[in-house]
Nanobody, 120 residues
Framework: QVQLVESGGGLVQPGGSLRLSCATS????????MAWYRQAPGKQRELVAA???????QYADSVKGRFTISRDIAKNTVTLQMSSLKPEDTAVYYCNSREVVVGAADNIDWGQGTQVTVSS
């Protein structure tokens, strides 16, 4: 199994910025698309941003232009740079592969997530 550890969350004021990091226990980016998801209380988990094994990116409409997903293959790390944060961005943020989410793979565990709170 592959372990994932999310970090970088915290409390930030509206309009602020935050950078989230996801560390993987071994190199997987050449074979799996990676994504950031978030879940707020009473809400379904939603896709925030994704990056394919080829480096192509996609974003939810709600974060497009404000968030950027990237990866550091040498460090086995995927990053979510968040800017112009809004209160509605408040949620627990998780990373995982797209393949695990759709049931095409079962060798990557879910991490604990990292809490992002946007409030004045």
């Amino acid at each position: 199994q592959v372990q994932l550890v999310e970090s970088g969350g915290g409390l930030v004021q509206p309009g602020g910025s935050l950078r989230l990091s996801c560390a993987t226990s071994r190199s997987i980016f050449n074979f799996y698309a990676m994504a950031w998801y978030r879940q707020a209380p009473g809400k379904q988990r939603e896709l925030v941003a994704a990056i394919s094994s080829a480096g192509d990116t996609q974003y939810a409409d709600s974060v497009k232009g404000r968030f950027t997903i990237s990866r550091d293959i040498a460090k086995n790390t995927v990053t979510l740079q968040m800017s112009s944060l809004k209160p509605e961005d408040t949620a627990v943020y998780y990373c995982n592969s797209r393949e695990v989410v759709v049931g095409a793979a079962d060798n990557i565990d879910w991490g604990q997530g990292t809490q992002v709170t946007v409030s004045s």
